[in-house]
């Protein structure tokens, strides 16, 4: 090929480049999107396997976010260094190398390991698809084409966590690690002809490796001190040193960058206010999205005994509609203010969640699927709008940066909502559990009558009268076990809810204009 610039192969395959392109992006994405979303209805198993709890196996998914955060901030300058077509085939390599350890780890740190290796690669490629989009398409079209692209990002996890489930029902919990890998192939080859390569303008420069330590150190001392409080104690000296930490690299972070001669993050993006309110509020979605989509895959089988498949059925309905909702918002986006859409997206989100604080062990599979539809189709009109307003506020010297930065605080967002909720579960489920024990007395005549009843019922079924005792005290444990655990679950969508109502707020400071 004569020339891999953006231009010569615009000239080569004419109108319909553009969407070539975006076509390419979309499905290294979907490989990312489809390994971020399909661990969730796999951890029940994994926890299984290794024999930890929540409180680490949150890391497969928090662990994930946050090391993609991370790389997206490399996006710039991988980009200038090496042109976006090696960028997406650097980020395939990483990405497939940590799939391919993650079916084989014999250790559970080697699968977190394996974890953070697909994050580094998923985070390289996300901001390069948001921006090849707004090189290419001009501005009125940019809404319809991101409508486009989250067609097919928003169809992966709608399909992936019920084909996720069947593998771990019907094989085991590796397989998920091998259902990316042809995505992972088809964008290899389709990025080869339609990626653009390394442009001659574009300079190599300086790498800020002191901001990428900063971040880097804040982040896992943020997540470490969020998810390991409950267990140590929160105002213990190593979760104090953990918070410590984490504040005085952030800081640092903050001071070097603007020091910097060539920083790993361009500080001038916060003098545009509405995309400081665009940032903002995917930093609260992230929270909200990414930290709902954890719990419900783990309610639905921890608590109401969900197969892997079935948890990744009732997902699949809200997905498919989100897909379907997608090309409508973006168009919706390019005709009406933002603050209007991304408002109504939220309200229905946060009812969404509200609902599910109704849930129990007996709520019926398509009521919840209901709640999950309601909630996913306000979903599809937040995030266009909100892409695409905050974008718009930005100098085009500056949508490289800014494309990368709207992910990132999404990313972050839901590292940190992952995290947190992962955490307040776990240990809300510790504090209702010793509240429910402490009422467990002789003269409870709830509880007498529970174990005479389970003492009867083990008799008729055979068991030794020295062992019905016991057996009954067994019962009554693991009863207030399941009870303690559906309130926390309960109490994790209710601040899913109220975080969704916050991200309301800062959408006002989008504008009521088109822009």
Not at 242 to 262: D, K, M, N, P, Q
Not at 380 to 402: C, D, E, K, N, Y
């Amino acid at each position: 090929m004569a020339s891999s610039t953006a231009d010569a192969l615009a000239d080569r395959y004419g109108s319909s480049y553009r969407w070539l392109l975006t076509l390419t992006a979309m499905i290294g994405n979907i490989a990312l999107i489809l390994s971020s979303t399909i661990i969730n209805v796999a951890i029940p198993d994994i926890m299984g396997t290794y024999g930890v709890g929540q409180d680490k196996a949150q890391w497969l998914s928090a662990g994930f976010l946050a090391v993609m955060t991370l790389s997206m901030l490399l996006n710039s300058w991988v980009i200038g260094a090496v042109g976006k077509r090696n960028t997406y085939h650097l980020s395939m390599v990483v990405f497939v190398t940590g799939s391919m350890l993650g079916a084989v780890a014999p250790t559970f740190d080697m699968l977190i390991l394996a974890r953070l290796l697909q994050g580094f690669g998923a985070g390289l490629i996300h901001p390069l698809a948001l921006q090849v989009i707004y090189e290419v398409f001009p501005p009125e079209q940019r809404g319809r084409a991101m409508g486009f692209f989250g067609f097919g990002i928003v169809l992966a996890p709608a399909l992936g966590p019920a084909c996720g489930g069947f593998l771990v029902d019907i094989f085991s919990w590796r397989a998920v690690f091998y259902m990316v890998l042809p995505f992972c192939a088809l964008g290899s080859l389709m990025a080869v002809v339609f990626m653009p390569g390394r442009s001659p303008e574009n300079k190599r420069r300086a790498f800020d490796w002191s901001g990428i330590i900063l971040m880097s150190i804040f982040l896992f001392s943020l997540l470490t001190g969020l998810s390991n409080g409950s267990r140590s104690g929160w105002w213990s000296d190593i979760i104090l040193i953990y918070f410590g930490t984490a504040i005085v690299a952030l800081v640092s972070f903050i001071v070097w960058e603007w020091r910097c001669t060539h920083p790993l993050l361009d500080l001038k993006v916060f003098a545009y206010g509405r995309f400081v309110a665009a940032i903002v509020i995917s930093f609260v979605w992230g929270i909200g999205n990414f930290g709902l989509w954890y719990l419900v895959p783990l309610f639905v089988q921890l608590v109401q005994g969900y197969t892997a498949t079935k948890a990744g059925l009732l997902l699949m309905p809200a997905g498919l509609l989100l897909a379907l909702v997608f090309p409508i918002a973006g168009r919706i986006s390019d005709m009406v203010p933002p603050a209007l859409p991304i408002s109504i997206g939220l309200t229905m989100t946060a009812i969404s969640a509200y609902w599910m604080t109704a849930a129990d062990a007996t709520t019926p599979f398509w009521l919840f699927a209901w709640w999950l539809i309601f909630g996913r189709v306000g979903l599809g009109f937040v995030f266009p709008s909100l892409t695409v307003g905050g974008m718009r506020a930005l100098p085009p010297h500056l949508i490289s940066q800014g494309a990368g930065l709207t992910s990132y605080f999404r990313q972050l967002g839901a590292a940190f909502g992952i995290t947190a909720l992962a955490t307040t579960v776990h240990s809300r489920s510790a504090m209702y559990g010793e509240a429910f024990i402490s009422t467990q007395t002789a003269g409870n005549e709830t509880t007498s009558d529970f174990l005479r009843t389970m003492q009867t019922y083990l008799s008729l079924a055979g068991t030794p009268e020295a062992l019905q005792k016991s057996a009954a005290l067994h019962h009554l444990g693991q009863a207030i076990f399941d009870q303690a655990q559906m309130i926390a679950f309960r109490d994790g969508f209710f601040i899913v809810a109220l975080v969704f109502l916050a991200a309301i707020i800062p959408s006002v400071f989008l504008g009521r204009t088109k822009g």
